[in-house]
């Protein structure tokens, strides 16, 4: 049977902490040359990166994750929305506003209701959905899941359709993982909230107080064909030194034992949320922290997608865009039912609530291109083949091109003046980029073909 010491060893954890307490500069350039051959890095290492103080030091942390995040995922970032589906939830969770302490009424999506939401994302222009639903077997049994994903692939609104469906539920069996495999999702996102034991049974009470049920999840999910995971913590829950350390020692021992690490990282820190009453997490996580942990985690697992959504900051997404995250949400609600007009329990509260032309608007000034792509998904390009793709930094000569095509629909499809004026300007200057000749051409022959009406081209 699986150890926890298999995927977590507290006692190595500390002890590394500790070890690596007074860096000095010139093990920390060491460290950052090693990193650009984009191999990864040590616990140990990360340790150290961890403890730097030094703002310079730290500026050229931001400058060579920056550098791997371009040459592994180049310029492109792919934008999906969350889609929360059912606020029934069993679990007493410390942080979550879902908590079943909570007496505000819950809300279950109907399959009408749940149409009705995807054809409001799908005129905004999404391709790829995020699931969120609480646990609870009664309410939010994997039948109902699955036929949720089952409606969401039906619906469509005019050129609009939903490409691709991602799932985060609670940690279940590998039967049910067959399930969701078999309804064709994409990535399967199960985050351990916070790896430390003492801290992880004060948070949690109900099915998900089990520690292990939570940490073996992935391996289930592996073993019932889904070949894509996401890892990530509520970064406030405890010290974020431990969490980055757990989180990369959890992505080298799926590396190990699967040959597929982690597709993405997830890096929410904790914002307040209905009844729950905290004036600040127990162990604060700032703005610039973040910014660090996105820096060392693309530094440490380079072939991760790493994912940033609308809890934190324009301000500091769009800082978060340039150093290491390669995809994001944008215009998101956090309660079932959300993207409307009437008002429903949400899981926690947004710091970013500009429209999707807002925030289109601001990457386009930043000179990085949006993407809407769900290519690799549905070629096969997962699990083994996407990382043998990935770790080398292949992925980009199928990142950019696709990336062109969908953003091409977006422009047509959706956009406003301003940003169909900045996309364009941005197409053409990653056009050009395409280094094979071959795939540049017919790059440009599909972006005719799309202005002629023609949709969902893709290498």
């Known amino acids: 049977m699986p150890n926890i010491k298999d995927i977590i060893n507290e006692r190595e954890i500390h002890n590394i902490l500790e070890e690596t307490q007074k860096p000095f500069s010139g093990k920390i350039l060491e460290i950052l040359n090693k990193s650009l051959k984009k191999k990864g890095l040590t616990l140990e290492e990360v340790g150290y990166l961890l403890h730097t103080q030094d703002p310079r030091l730290i500026e050229k942390m931001f400058k060579v994750a920056s550098k791997i995040k371009r040459e592994i995922y180049g310029e492109r970032l792919v934008f999906f929305a969350p ?58 049994p994997i039948d109902y899941v699955v036929d949720v994903i089952k409606t969401i692939y039906n619906t469509k609104s005019g050129r609009g359709e939903i490409r691709r469906v991602n799932v985060n539920i609670a940690a279940t069996t590998v039967e049910n993982y067959r399930k969701l495999k078999a309804a064709g999702i994409g990535t399967y996102q199960l985050f351990q909230e916070t790896y430390h034991r003492k801290t992880y049974k004060k ?114 997404r769009a800082k978060a865009f340039e150093i290491g995250i390669s995809q994001t949400s944008a215009a998101s609600r956090t309660s079932p039912g959300g993207y409307g007009t009437k008002k429903e329990l949400a899981q926690f509260s947004l710091s970013d609530h500009r429209t999707m032309d807002e925030v289109l608007k601001s990457i386009l000034k930043q000179e990085l291109l949006p993407s809407f792509c769900t290519a690799c998904y549905r070629l096969g390009r997962t699990g083994q083949k996407f990382m043998s793709l990935a770790k080398p930094g292949n992925i980009q000569n199928f990142c950019r091109p696709n990336a062109i095509l969908t953003f091409k629909e977006y422009l047509e499809d959706y956009a406003s003046e301003q940003v169909k004026v900045l996309g364009l300007k941005i197409i053409n200057k990653f056009l050009k980029q395409i280094s094979d000749d071959n795939i540049r051409k017919e790059t440009q022959i599909r972006l005719e073909r799309i202005e002629n009406g023609e949709r969902d081209l893709y290498f």
């Not at 908590?99 to 799908?122: A, D, F, G, S």
């Not at 099915?207 to 990530?232: C, M, N, S, T, W």
């Not at 431990?242 to 034992?257: G, N, T």
């Open 83 to 140: 889609l929360y589906v059912s606020s029934f939830c069993v679990n007493d969770c410390e942080y979550c506003g879902f908590h079943r302490r909570n007496p505000t009424p819950r809300k279950k999506l109907t399959l009408e209701e749940v149409r009705q939401q995807v054809i409001i994302l799908e005129n905004m222009g999404h391709k790829r959905l995020l699931l969120e639903f609480g646990e609870h077997p009664i309410e939010n």
């Open 203 to 316: 948070m949690h009470n109900g099915p998900k107080a089990d520690y292990k049920r939570q940490l073996f999840a992935h391996d289930r999910a592996f073993e019932g064909g889904i070949d894509d995971v996401g890892l990530g913590v509520l970064f406030g829950l405890y010290d974020y030194k431990f969490e980055v350390l757990c989180l990369v020692s959890h992505a080298q021992y799926l590396d190990k034992k699967f040959g597929v690490g982690p597709h993405t990282f997830s890096v929410p820190r904790w914002q307040p949320a209905e009844t729950v009453n905290w004036i600040q997490p127990p162990y604060t996580v700032s703005e610039d922290e973040l910014l660090k942990i996105i820096a060392i985690l693309r530094m440490a697992v380079p072939y991760t997608g790493m994912i940033i959504s609308t809890r934190e900051r324009p301000e500091i």
